[in-house]
């Protein structure tokens, strides 16, 4: 490990890139400070760790929300990590590069290389096409147990040997046949033992208790038939860990199709339609009964996204990691050529993340003068050597002759604004009203007077504000509550707190519901609610997120004292 290995990163479109370990330890995340910054798709902020231990590099995850896995194996503690393993950290795959390797497996394979799937058809064969890549590094280690397929990629392989045309094309390529019919054998195999188990210890339970050595026993009567569809039943999960599989009811969402629902509850599509009674058509808010290991899946959230110059629908597409026959059933009365300006509308679930920033390493580096004192409090106070947020690709800057502040006030806003950026979001960030050149009074507003608080319009659905309304150095309109993400404005609320230097942030009670709302279906605890959201409590009630009124459209940041600065006050 002296001069350290290279890992080649594939991200969730296919792209390839080469990143050096250069130890003693890497950290990956979405978060700016990671030593590997993977953009959105199921990434956390801290999601994992390699480290470097004597020969060997081991993958610690880092308490990550979907897990960091090991050729499909979930790591729930310290594992090793060598040539031919497949990490997975979201939707992005991690492997160590090795060039000659790769070149001796493509040209065994004879595969072209995988394009982006457009129909059911493309995508099965781009499917089967990964998998015999599997294959090949399945006999490359032996026929190793360990890279046999578990979770999705078996329910994806059994669906085609259930389906006698999908069953034909596996067929035609010996070694992908070989290996998934090892896996599956391996499955019954599992799941027979875990029966057979517990049939040995009850049976030998029932012996030790009822035996009587001085009397015959009776024969027992025949067992009475039980349909397996009514049992609860055990399976091996991509964690190693038994999980249990239950009946769960799934609504249907506008959209989605049998394919769709089985990928996330990792059964086949063929056995849904059966369970189902054989149902072929799907409606909006149907209920389908699926037997799975996965809790039932939040109906998708309807999101937009507004065209940008030059983008077509592959461009939007793989924002959002999805097809373009399936953006273009969102969308039948677009164009066929996209010109800019036109507003899509998409159905995602409602726990992933919106669009991910193009290139999430490039995020810019605001550079902030120093000097800037903020004198007094927010509302009798002045500024001392002001700063001058001006417009950059982290944030529009509505009005720059009104956007004065503190070194530290920016240094902290712009922060949590990279941080909103690494988590996926590309939507439109409009920084109003800062301060005035030497702070002081600043018309209708009660404070904004020494370089501490930022008004920031709320986040809206179509990503992009409507156009229309020139004011100062822009022409965006400002959002009306009925046009608001209440979700992806939580999640930019929360990579400003993130940055511990937010005092507070007010916003109007009445809309504070709907944040909440979001809140709760962000994953956040009751105790943490508490503390950072004021309603449903009464005005007043300290908390992050406070009410003051008139605050429908923006959001009013307020941070704390810079703790060099001894001429600030915290004090309201």
Same mark, same amino acid.
């Given at each position: 490990? *002296?001069?350290?290995?290279?890992?080649?990163?594939?991200?969730?479109?296919?792209?390839?890139?080469?990143?050096?370990?250069?130890?003693?330890?890497?950290?990956?995340?979405?978060?700016?400070?990671?030593?590997?910054?993977?953009?959105?798709?199921?990434?956390?902020?801290?999601?994992?760790?390699?480290?470097?231990?004597?020969?060997?590099?081991?993958?610690?995850?880092?308490?990550?929300?979907?897990?960091?896995?090991?050729?499909?194996?979930?790591?729930?503690?310290?594992?090793?990590?060598?040539?031919?393993?497949?990490?997975?950290?979201?939707?992005?795959?991690?492997?160590?590069?090795?060039?000659?390797?790769?070149?001796?497996?493509?040209?065994?394979?004879?595969?072209?290389?995988?394009?982006?799937?457009? !129909?059911?058809?493309?995508?099965?064969?781009?499917?089967?096409?990964?998998?015999?890549?599997?294959?090949?590094?399945?006999?490359?280690?032996?026929?190793?147990? &360990?890279?046999?397929?578990?979770?999705?990629?078996?329910?994806? *392989?059994? !669906?085609?040997?259930?389906?006698?045309?999908?069953?034909?094309?596996?067929?035609?390529?010996?070694?992908?046949?070989?290996?998934?019919?090892?896996?599956?054998?391996?499955?019954?195999?599992?799941?027979?033992?875990?029966?057979?188990?517990?049939?040995?210890?009850?049976?030998?339970? +029932?012996?030790?208790?009822?035996?009587?050595?001085?009397?015959?026993?009776?024969?027992?009567?025949?067992?009475?038939?039980?349909?397996?569809?009514?049992?609860?039943?055990? &399976?091996?999960?991509?964690?190693?860990?038994?999980?249990?599989?239950?009946?769960?009811?799934?609504?249907?969402?506008?959209?989605?199709?049998?394919?769709?629902? +089985?990928?996330?509850?990792?059964?086949?599509?063929?056995?849904?339609?059966?369970?189902? !009674?054989?149902?072929?058509?799907?409606?909006?808010?149907?209920?389908?009964?699926?037997?799975?290991?996965?809790?039932?899946?939040?109906?998708?959230?309807?999101?937009?996204?507004?065209?940008?110059?030059?983008?077509?629908?592959?461009?939007?597409?793989?924002?959002?990691?999805?097809?373009?026959?399936?953006?273009?059933?969102?969308?039948?009365?677009?164009?066929?050529?996209?010109?800019?300006?036109?507003?899509?509308?998409?159905?995602?679930?409602?726990?992933?993340?919106?669009?991910?920033?193009?290139?999430?390493?490039?995020?810019?580096?605001?550079?902030?003068?120093?000097?800037?004192?903020?004198?007094?409090?927010?509302?009798?106070?002045?500024?001392?050597?002001?700063?001058?947020?001006?417009?950059?690709?982290?944030?529009?800057?509505?009005? *720059?002759?009104? *956007?004065?502040?503190?070194?530290?006030?920016?240094?902290?806003?712009?922060?949590?604004?990279?941080?909103?950026? +690494?988590?996926?979001?590309?939507?439109?960030?409009?920084?109003?009203?800062?301060?005035?050149?030497?702070?002081?009074?600043?018309?209708?507003?009660?404070?904004?007077?020494?370089?501490?608080?930022?008004?920031?319009?709320?986040?809206?659905?179509?990503?992009?504000?409507?156009?229309?309304?020139?004011?100062?150095?822009?022409?965006?309109?400002?959002?009306?509550?009925?046009?608001?993400?209440?979700?992806?404005?939580?999640?930019?609320?929360?990579?400003?707190?993130?940055?511990?230097?937010?005092?507070?942030?007010?916003?109007?009670?009445?809309?504070?519901?709907?944040?909440?709302? +979001?809140?709760?279906?962000?994953?956040?605890?009751?105790?943490?609610?508490?503390?950072?959201?004021?309603?449903?409590?009464?005005?007043?009630?300290?908390?992050?997120?406070?009410?003051?009124?008139?605050?429908?459209?923006?959001?009013?940041?307020?941070?704390?004292?810079?703790?060099?600065?001894?001429?600030?006050?915290?004090?309201?």
């Amino acid at each position: 490990m *002296a001069d350290g290995p290279v890992f080649k990163v594939i991200s969730p479109d296919g792209d390839e890139r080469r990143v050096a370990f250069k130890g003693p330890e890497m950290q990956l995340g979405s978060s700016v400070d990671s030593n590997l910054v993977l953009g959105g798709h199921g990434v956390s902020g801290k999601h994992c760790r390699i480290s470097a231990r004597a020969d060997k590099l081991i993958v610690t995850d880092r308490g990550s929300r979907n897990g960091t896995y090991i050729n499909s194996k979930r790591c729930v503690e310290p594992t090793e990590f060598g040539p031919g393993d497949r990490l997975s950290v979201g939707a992005y795959v991690i492997e160590i590069a090795d060039d000659d390797r790769d070149r001796k497996i493509e040209q065994k394979l004879k595969f072209e290389p995988v394009a982006l799937a457009r !129909g059911e058809d493309e995508q099965r064969a781009a499917e089967q096409r990964r998998l015999a890549r599997y294959a090949r590094e399945w006999v490359d280690h032996g026929r190793a147990r &360990r890279l046999l397929l578990h979770g999705r990629d078996l329910a994806l *392989a059994e !669906g085609w040997m259930a389906v006698p045309a999908q069953r034909t094309e596996v067929e035609a390529e010996p070694l992908l046949r070989e290996f998934v019919g090892a896996s599956m054998r391996a499955h019954m195999i599992r799941r027979a033992l875990q029966f057979t188990t517990a049939g040995v210890l009850l049976g030998a339970l +029932a012996i030790f208790l009822f035996r009587r050595p001085e009397a015959a026993q009776p024969e027992p009567p025949p067992a009475t038939p039980t349909e397996t569809d009514d049992q609860v039943v055990e &399976r091996t999960g991509p964690s190693g860990q038994t999980a249990r599989e239950e009946w769960i009811e799934h609504q249907v969402s506008p959209g989605e199709s049998f394919e769709d629902i +089985a990928r996330y509850y990792e059964v086949s599509p063929v056995l849904l339609q059966q369970w189902n !009674g054989g149902v072929t058509t799907l409606v909006p808010d149907m209920k389908l009964k699926v037997r799975t290991t996965r809790p039932p899946r939040p109906p998708l959230v309807q999101e937009y996204y507004t065209v940008g110059e030059g983008e077509d629908w592959l461009a939007v597409a793989n924002l959002y990691s999805t097809s373009v026959d399936k953006l273009r059933q969102f969308n039948p009365k677009a164009p066929d050529r996209l010109k800019g300006g036109e507003e899509l509308t998409l159905w995602i679930d409602a726990g992933q993340f919106g669009a991910k920033t193009p290139n999430p390493d490039d995020l810019p580096i605001f550079i902030v003068p120093e000097g800037a004192s903020s004198v007094g409090g927010v509302t009798s106070g002045t500024l001392v050597n002001p700063v001058q947020l001006l417009p950059s690709p982290l944030a529009d800057v509505r009005c *720059a002759s009104h *956007a004065y502040a503190t070194n530290h006030t920016l240094s902290q806003l712009l922060r949590g604004i990279a941080e909103y950026r +690494a988590q996926g979001f590309n939507n439109q960030v409009m920084i109003a009203d800062l301060s005035l050149k030497d702070g002081g009074g600043y018309g209708r507003h009660k404070s904004h007077q020494s370089g501490r608080d930022a008004d920031i319009w709320l986040q809206v659905k179509r990503k992009r504000y409507l156009d229309g309304c020139k004011n100062c150095s822009t022409t965006s309109c400002r959002p009306e509550p009925e046009e608001v993400d209440w979700r992806t404005t939580w999640r930019f609320i929360r990579a400003l707190h993130s940055t511990g230097a937010i005092q507070e942030i007010f916003l109007s009670h009445w809309l504070q519901e709907e944040l909440h709302k +979001a809140a709760v279906a962000e994953g956040e605890s009751p105790a943490e609610l508490k503390k950072l959201i004021q309603w449903p409590r009464p005005k007043g009630t300290p908390a992050l997120v406070m009410h003051s009124d008139g605050h429908i459209h923006h959001i009013h940041v307020r941070f704390k004292c810079d703790p060099n600065d001894n001429a600030c006050s915290n004090a309201k």
